[in-house]
């Protein structure tokens, strides 16, 4: 090999290496916060590409020297990256769509606000939740675990795979289990409140001059937000328990790929 095919050869792996970085850093949790600037987002993934550089090199993969396969080569290092980012991001879809239950029986549901985090309109107890489990993140350094477990992707799915084997089935499980765990982090919170509407009811029955409305919104409010304060208490437990979760499946789903 010549010396410009061997700086040819190592300049695509280092595209190829950027590539999954740049698209884990797109979507994953806290580095893939809107308010992160691109500039940022692709020096922390240029950055990481250089350090990850040396374990890719020892692999010695094969890249191929074609224009068309090479393109497919780097589209696929992409989706790696964005699938990978999108399970371990899962973990704000669960906080999320908990809020979202959440609110909607509390009655903050109409009043969305603007997500910091992914730019987006999101319910007011689930935009909360999602920025104390980032705040969460940050202090427990569970970002450096996110970037391990990428590093180790390269042991599982060496650059220029074969095959991608585990598909739709695997996600729309994990779909499923998203949706229970939203609704086990929701439920002491939204089943107290329907025994507050119960209750209401009630009362409204025994006395029937009771304006029902200036009655059940204030106090499913301050019901609500009392109970809220209480599960706040688990919070962290609950949030590291989803992220053990989550990297469990980005392990499970390398482990199908790779056989």
Do not use: C
Request: proline content about 5%; aromatic content about 12%; charged content about 10%.
């Amino acid at each position: 090999m010549s010396l410009a095919e061997l700086l040819q050869w190592n300049i695509v792996l280092f595209l190829l290496i950027l590539s999954r970085w740049a698209g884990m850093v797109m979507i994953a949790p806290v580095f893939g916060a809107r308010g992160v600037p691109g500039l940022v987002k692709l020096g922390l993934a240029a950055s990481l590409t250089v350090i990850l550089y040396p374990l890719a090199l020892a692999q010695a993969p094969v890249i191929p020297t074609g224009l068309w396969p090479l393109t497919w080569l780097l589209i696929k290092e992409v989706l790696v990256g964005l699938t990978l980012g999108f399970i371990i991001n899962l973990i704000t879809a669960i906080l999320q769509g908990a809020g979202q239950l959440i609110d909607f029986q509390v009655g903050f549901l109409m009043g969305n606000t603007v997500d910091p985090i992914h730019g987006t309109q999101s319910p007011m107890t689930g935009n909360f939740l999602m920025v104390l489990t980032t705040m969460l993140l940050l202090a427990t350094n569970s970002h450096h675990y996110i970037i391990a477990a990428m590093a180790r992707s390269y042991e599982f799915l060496p650059i220029n795979p074969t095959a991608l084997t585990h598909g739709v089935g695997f996600f729309i499980e994990i779909t499923a289990r998203v949706i229970a765990l939203s609704l086990q982090i929701a439920i002491p919170v939204y089943g107290a409140l329907v025994l507050v509407d119960l209750g209401v009811g009630f009362l409204s029955k025994t006395v029937p001059q009771l304006n029902i409305f200036s009655v059940i919104f204030p106090v499913k409010i301050i019901f609500g937000l009392v109970l809220f304060y209480l599960m706040i208490s688990y919070f962290g437990e609950t949030v590291s328990n989803i992220f053990d979760l989550t990297m469990k499946w980005v392990f499970e789903l390398l482990r199908g790929w790779s056989s």
